[in-house]
């Protein structure tokens, strides 16, 4: 199993970054997919999951209209378009594979399956 997060860097505040997470190993259009976070300092937070099928989707209140989740079952591969950017949201981002067939608003609160080894986001003047 393994899941490559790229598209991390350093970004002005206001910018947009695209996150990407290539999956591969293991049925990724059965899977809930979702995106973490951790500054330094904080406690992980879920910023945004993805239904297996794409039709749900479900975001943290910090990022709520500025990021936007998506994924494509044919490339294995889940987004996370993040626009507007702040300071706040400098912090390691990882992505998770979790809830195979289960449902996004169960698996919100689940932090098990596979993870990546996280992209870094730096926003910054």
């Known amino acids: 199993v393994q899941l490559v997060e790229s598209g991390g860097g350093l970004v002005q505040p206001g910018e947009s970054l695209r996150l990407s997470c290539a999956a591969s190993?293991?049925?990724?259009?059965?899977?809930?997919m979702k995106w973490y976070r951790q500054a330094p300092g904080k406690e992980r937070e879920l910023v945004a999951a993805?239904?297996?099928?794409?039709?749900?989707?479900n975001y943290g209140d910090s990022v709520n209209d500025r990021f936007t989740i998506s994924r494509d079952n044919g490339e294995q591969t889940v987004y996370l378009q993040m626009n507007s950017l702040k300071p706040e949201d400098t912090a390691v981002y990882y992505c998770?594979?979790?809830?195979?067939?289960?449902?996004?608003?169960?698996?919100?609160?689940?932090?098990?399956?596979?993870w990546g080894q996280g992209t870094e986001v730096t926003v910054s003047s």
């Open positions: 993805i239904s297996a099928g794409g039709g749900t989707t």
């Open positions: 998770n594979a979790d809830c195979p067939r289960g449902l996004v608003r169960s698996c919100v609160t689940k932090t098990g399956g596979y």
């Open positions: 190993g293991f049925p990724f259009s059965s899977y809930v």
